[in-house]
């Protein structure tokens, strides 16, 4: 059964910022566009009276990125980086080649650059530092001297890594991949997530294509937060989307790994396209996509 990433979801509050900010400040470039008042645009997204503007931005290496703004209603939420053990989408993390370089067209881009939270990981041999796009979305910058410059992976906070990991390997068809466990490197951890004591298992899970998430699940300070769907008018990242060939079998899927679906947003639209929403064990939203 065929099963692949499609895109990452963000829900922006200036629709020519954010383009402007992850072309220019990240290398991406502008893809497809779509303005949309179907009427399956409210059942999918579960808001009431939806109207949307959809930017689509792929990078060199085929990584997507919606850039998804509301016309209607309005958006709301905070605009402010989200503290990373808050379940939920946490970040997009990006090797660079020169960290300093990036992070000056990050903030000439309209990004925000916070650099106290430049740490360095002795065994991995890399220097990470946080920026936030312009509505807060962590975005970590990581240079190694032996890794070229790439997008690397999106986070994810988590409760449980072995339930997560086998949502994400059983229902999705990333396999588990490098596996962190950081018990006693307080000195930098507590530097780069702006947190006390940290203690903290990361582990990646990855597609046959190479897209790679990361599963991070802190012991120390403990996770906390609601572990519901966000709303998608929500600021921030909101979804995860994949291509599918069959709906009802991936949702199947979805069910048997301990995720949640919710078969009152599947609808179909004028062009064929046709989406439903789950969840993974933790409430983020994970789109299933059938084109025609």
Known sequence: MAI??????????????????????????EAEHFAMDDPALSTVMEVPGSQIRAQMVRNAQ??????????????????ERRPNNQYGLTHLAFYVDDIDKTAAQVREAGGRVYEHTRGYFPQGQTTMMYCTDPDGVRIELMHNPDIA????????????IDKSMMFFDKAIAFAPAENYALSNHSEWL????????????????RSVEGNTIELLKMDQPACFGPRE?????????????????????VAADVITAGGRTYPQTRATFASGVEIMYCTDPDGVRVELMRTP
């Open 229 to 249: 769907r966000r709303q998608m008018n929500q600021y921030g990242l909101t979804h995860l989307a994949f291509h599918v060939d069959d709906i009802d079998a």
């Open 62 to 79: 085929g990584v997507t990125l919606e850039l998804l703004q509301f016309v209607k209603p309005e958006t709301y939420g905070p605009r």
């Open 4 to 29: 692949r990433l499609s895109h990452r979801g963000i829900c922006v509050s200036d629709f020519e910022q954010s383009l402007s900010f992850y072309r220019d400040g990240l290398g991406f470039s």
């Open 149 to 160: 410059g790439r997008f690397s992976h999106s986070g994810i906070c988590v409760s449980d």
């Open 190 to 205: 507590d530097i780069v997530n702006e947190l006390n004591g940290v203690k903290l298992r990361a582990q990646m899970v």
